[in-house]
């Protein structure tokens, strides 16, 4: 063996070493996924129970190999599971798995037994990589190709949890290389060992005729050209099908029976039955991207996947291995032998695959790896590359090494930086597999270091975080949850949502639009504390609104009911206001509360791919809505119109800066009140109010002007009004705006009313000033200023600029 050989080998060692250590520890740091329960359910079934076990097949269609092997440890522990006493046993799969569900304790222990067959496929399946790419190029391409998988997100994702998704990709692989190998030597070595593989491919998963369509076609073609030695092939190829039958058929029990309206019985027909089923569920399934649910079959589903769930030094790794395969006309002939089963099974998952996770692509990664070790290693055999290139390679997968290791052990959950990784990436796509139930464990490890008010959880799967010995109380849309958590703002205390439920995953949203429904509305609109393993969000909640502040204008939004049973609390306190003239600050800065506006009021803006927050049409609406955040939104109409809610969390008011102002009395021209002395706002006035200043937004077509007021008497029983007089210097009235757009009455001590008052703009004018005051609407006495006695209103100088 040549040295380079033997280092090769070392190094292939080293990381097959590596990858076995993050499978099993990693392992060790995560609960069951939703649907490992079920496969050691069924492989336990077919190892106790065989041909008698076959009942549930037509209810949960899967083949048995893999389930059988995730099983077996199990099974050789616990063999006596009193199966038929268990509750749904016969006729309801899902009542079966959730009875067998107790004798899955130690769960810990359970963990390791199911998941140990699928680690140890995942580990041969990087060793197959290493010899094919070995094969395919040299030594350090198999070991580049090895490393990439070893390093994969969805590889370590997948590769530790008792699923089938890693078991079918490993044989069905081993299964194509077999092929390959028969295909260079068409020797019956191989011709056995091909059949048997794809058997059992076929066995592992439904969609294992992929990988017999496939090789197939590949075969196939080999007939077509090698006219010398044809009918050897074809007798092999005859073989192949034969034991790939055979095998499939003694799997289900040699059982016979008619497939669908197929005129008479042939072999293994629950198995074809069962493939028939599972293509009519691909319909149903539902996933969340860009701002709503999709149901169904979508083809940029996968691509997008492609895109933003797979590392960049991946992507860009893949297409320049592609690049210099396409560039090669020796390396065309090796192209299209691994790239033709990618190319069959993606075309097939674009068009009628089963759009609810990435994992279903995994089958597609052994060959980008090849791809990029054949491409790379064939560049380097060419020609030496330059020292820049190695620094760019040597970034690059430094880049990809770190990225996945520092997302362990969550990998199940990644994101690369085109959507802001993990943290970031559910705002774009959220699928069932991100949340699958795999982080209780991280979630008791943070309560247990947070300690805190016991949790109120969102979940959905069945092993929900009780198993793991969390203390905690159910809320929607968990199965028998007790209360649901007050839509437009929960009450004080911790809640745990899983990115799923938050997102509308568990049937949760308008089936009519599939816009996600109100309940989780607020939860996706806060920040929440921490995300646990990048799938479920905590929310410590301390605080609470005291106050509701609608806008009445074109319409109410809330009723007393809607208010109540938004926030689950009768006290609260309300005020309605016309935002189109006034604006106001209940309690000023000391209270926290949510302002209302109806959905007339705000413009839907275009953000490309994400649904960005609408925005008020008004600037003055928009102007006091700073220090604000949207945290509740309904966008149709139904028993309630559309509306908004926005915090206002009670320390962010910007009271006006001081301009030029002066008490004066009646009609007193600003020229006479030039030699009185500036006031610096808050000023006391003889009525339940004091000043606070003045705001000025000047533009082309009008002035306009805020008067500041707080109220510090309660309480009010007579109504009152805002004056508002635009003066010359020579106290000529230009124009009158007088008003108050909230109701007197509705006030209470500390809170801060803004009027607003909009005047044409002067022409001609330079200097004006405004007149403002107070006045009793029943008398029309103005009132007093109690710092300057003998005044009753106020000058405040507004300098317009030409």
Not at 153 to 166: F, I, Q, W
Not at 651 to 668: E, I, R
Request: net charge neutral; proline share 6%.
């Amino acid at each position: 063996m040549k040295i380079e050989s033997k280092w090769a080998c070392l190094g292939a060692y080293i990381v097959l070493f590596l990858l076995w250590g993050l499978l099993v520890v990693g392992g060790r740091q995560l609960s069951f996924s939703m649907d490992e329960p079920a496969h050691i359910t069924r492989g336990y079934t077919f190892l106790a129970r065989w041909k008698d076990g076959f009942w549930y097949f037509p209810l949960e269609s899967h083949p048995p190999l893999l389930n059988i092997a995730e099983a077996l440890l199990t099974y050789l522990s616990h063999p006596n599971i009193p199966l038929e006493t268990l509750d749904g046993w016969g006729k309801n799969f899902i009542s079966y798995k959730v009875a067998f569900t107790q004798y899955l304790a130690p769960l810990e222990r359970t963990e390791i037994l199911a998941r140990t067959p699928v680690m140890a496929l995942t580990v041969l399946l990087g060793a197959l990589v290493f010899r094919w790419g070995e094969e395919l190029v040299g030594n350090w391409s198999g070991l580049l190709a090895l490393t990439v998988l070893a390093f994969d997100p969805l590889v370590l994702a997948h590769g530790r949890l008792a699923t089938t998704d890693m078991g079918v990709t490993a044989i069905g692989t081993a299964a194509l290389y077999a092929g390959w190998r028969w295909l260079k030597s068409s020797s019956w070595k191989w011709t056995v060992i091909t059949g048997g593989l794809l058997g059992l491919t076929m066995l592992s998963k439904f969609s294992g005729f992929l990988w017999c369509l496939s090789f197939g076609l590949m075969a196939l073609g080999v007939i077509l050209l090698e006219k010398q030695s044809c009918w050897r092939r074809i007798s092999q190829m005859v073989v192949i099908g034969l034991t790939t039958l055979l095998l499939v058929w003694g799997g289900l029990g040699f059982s016979i029976g008619k497939i669908g309206i197929f005129p008479f019985p042939v072999p293994a027909s629950m198995y074809w039955n069962a493939v028939i089923a599972q293509t009519g569920t691909t319909g149903q399934r539902v996933f969340f991207a860009f701002g709503k649910i999709w149901k169904g079959q979508h083809w940029w589903y996968f691509p997008l996947n492609f895109l933003i769930k797979n590392p960049l030094p991946l992507l860009i790794s893949s297409f320049t291995g592609l690049w210099i395969f396409l560039r090669s006309d020796q390396s065309r002939s090796r192209l299209l032998t691994i790239g033709l089963f990618p190319s069959i099974y993606i075309l097939v998952s674009i068009v009628e695959g089963m759009n609810v996770s990435y994992r279903h692509m995994l089958p597609v990664h052994p060959f980008l790896y090849l791809v990029i070790a054949a491409g790379l290693g064939s560049y380097a055999k060419k020609r030496e590359p330059r020292g820049w290139k190695y620094l760019f390679w040597g970034i690059l997968g430094g880049w990809y090494i770190l990225g996945t290791l520092g997302l362990y052990p969550d990998e199940i959950t990644y994101f690369n930086e085109i959507v802001g990784g993990p943290e970031r990436g559910y705002r774009y796509l959220v699928d069932y597999t991100q949340d699958w139930g795999q982080s209780h464990k991280e979630l008791w490890d943070y309560l247990r270091t947070y300690p805190g008010p016991e949790p109120q959880v969102a979940h959905y799967t069945r092993l929900h975080p009780g198993f793991y010995g969390v203390s905690f109380r159910s809320i929607f849309p968990s199965t028998g949850s007790e209360k649901d958590p007050a839509p437009f703002y929960p009450q004080p205390g911790r809640y745990v949502i899983g990115v799923a439920p938050l997102y509308g995953l568990t049937n949760y949203y308008d089936h009519s639009t599939n816009l996600l429904s109100g309940e989780m509305e607020w939860f996706r609109r806060a920040t929440p504390t921490a995300m646990v393993g990048h799938a479920l969000f905590v929310y410590d909640v301390k605080t609470a609104p005291q106050w509701v502040a609608q806008c009445i204008v074109p319409a109410v939004p809330l009723d007393d009911i809607a208010i109540a049973d938004g926030f689950d609390r009768t006290n609260l306190r309300r005020v309605d206001f016309d935002c189109t003239t006034a604006w106001i600050y209940p309690g000023g800065n000391d209270l926290m509360g949510v302002y209302v506006l109806h959905q007339a009021l705000l413009s839907e803006q275009d953000c490309c791919l994400l649904r960005c927050d609408p925005l008020p049409d008004s600037p003055f609406v928009a102007r006091h809505l700073t220090g604000t955040h949207l945290s509740y939104e309904q966008r149709r109409f139904s028993l309630l119109p559309a509306f908004a809610l926005y915090e206002w969390e009670g320390d962010s008011l910007s009271f006006p800066q001081s301009l030029s102002t002066h008490a004066t009395f009646a009609d007193t021209p600003p020229v006479a009140s030039m030699n009185v002395s500036s006031l610096s706002p808050p000023v006391s006035m003889d009525g339940p109010l004091s000043f606070l200043g003045v705001k000025v937004y000047p533009n082309e077509d009008c002035l306009e002007v805020e008067t500041w007021w707080q109220v510090t008497g309660w309480p009010i029983t007579r109504s009152f009004s805002i004056m508002a007089h635009l003066l010359n210097p020579e106290g000529v009235v230009l124009e009158v705006a007088d008003g108050l757009g909230v109701s007197p009455l509705t006030l209470a001590a500390g809170d801060v009313v803004v009027q607003r008052h909009r005047f044409s703009r002067p022409v001609g004018e330079t200097e004006v000033w405004l007149r403002t005051g107070v006045y009793w609407l029943d008398t029309m006495e103005r009132w007093g200023v109690t710092d300057v006695p003998g005044t009753d209103s106020y000058l405040v100088h507004l300098e317009l600029k030409r």
